[in-house]
Nanobody, 116 residues
Framework: QADLAESGGDLVQPGGSLRLSCVVSGFSISDWGMNWARQAPGKGLEWILAMNSDGRVSYTAASVRGRFTFSRDTAKNTLYLQMNALQPEDTARYYC?????????RGPGTQVTVAS
């Protein structure tokens, strides 16, 4: 059974950093394109980063470019989202996903709140 579990969300002050993790089970992240998305209160889902099966980052949303980094550890079958220079507008629930759109398989998400 395929499963994704995000962790690492927290309350952080503006300008701070967080690293989110996504532990994947039931399939290999080396075989699939993987993504990070977020949903802010009252807004739709925003796809922010995409990684090809070969580990190359293929998409970075303008809203996070230069601040967020997508990486993975294939030995641990785990994805990471390093977030720096966080701003209040980054407040959202963050999800890792296999695929995108309506067919995407997502985890339950982890909450990131940026506030002073």
């Amino acid at each position: 059974q395929a499963d994704l579990a995000e962790s690492g969300g927290d309350l952080v002050q503006p300008g701070g950093s967080l690293r989110l993790s996504c532990v994947v089970s039931g399939f290999s992240i080396s075989d699939w394109g993987m993504n990070w998305a977020r949903q802010a209160p009252g807004k739709g889902l925003e796809w922010i980063l995409a990684m090809n099966s070969d580990g190359r980052v293929s998409y970075t949303a303008a809203s996070v470019r230069g601040r967020f980094t997508f990486s993975r550890d294939t030995a641990k079958n785990t994805l990471y989202l390093q977030m720096n220079a966080l701003q209040p507008e980054d407040t959202a629930r963050y999800y890792c996903a296999r695929g995108t759109g309506n067919a995407a398989l997502r985890g339950p998400g982890t909450q990131v709140t940026v506030a002073s």
